[in-house]
């Protein structure tokens, strides 16, 4: 069985930092990648930040500048630093790993439970 938990998020002022951590656990036997997503109020899911197995990452526009996502392979473990946090960065942000667990045939999709980040004054 695998498990995504993210942990980090919570109230912060405009201009502000948060750090948020995600943890894939189980029977692993291998990470394509991990990255982060956000629904905000009335929008649709979109990928935020996302580091694959070399290392290479993408970003968002709207978060480039911004946001930092790094990771701790002997962890299976994915941060996300973010900096000048703005009103519209409010969102549940949501971890994504895609994988490959014990007995599969292929990588599989699995989510976290998301985690709340709020921007306000």
């Known amino acids: 069985q695998i498990q995504v938990v993210e942990s980090g998020g919570g109230l912060v002022q405009p201009g502000g930092s948060l750090r948020l951590s995600c943890a894939a656990s189980?029977?692993?036997?291998?990470?394509?990648?991990m990255g982060w997503y956000r629904q905000g109020p009335g929008k649709e899911r979109e990928l935020v930040a996302r580091?694959?197995?070399?290392?290479?990452?993408n970003y968002a526009d709207s978060v480039k500048g911004r946001f930092t996502i790094s990771r701790d392979n002997a962890k299976n473990t994915v941060f996300l630093q973010m900096n000048s946090l703005k009103p519209e960065d409010t969102a549940v942000y949501y971890c994504?790993?895609?994988?490959?667990?014990?007995?599969?045939?292929?990588?599989?999709?699995?989510w976290g439970q998301g985690t709340q980040v709020t921007v306000s004054s």
């Open positions: 580091i694959i197995s070399g290392g290479g990452t």
């Open positions: 189980g029977s692993i036997v291998s990470i394509n990648a």
């Open positions: 994504n790993a895609i994988l490959l667990r014990t007995g599969a045939f292929g990588s599989s999709n699995y």
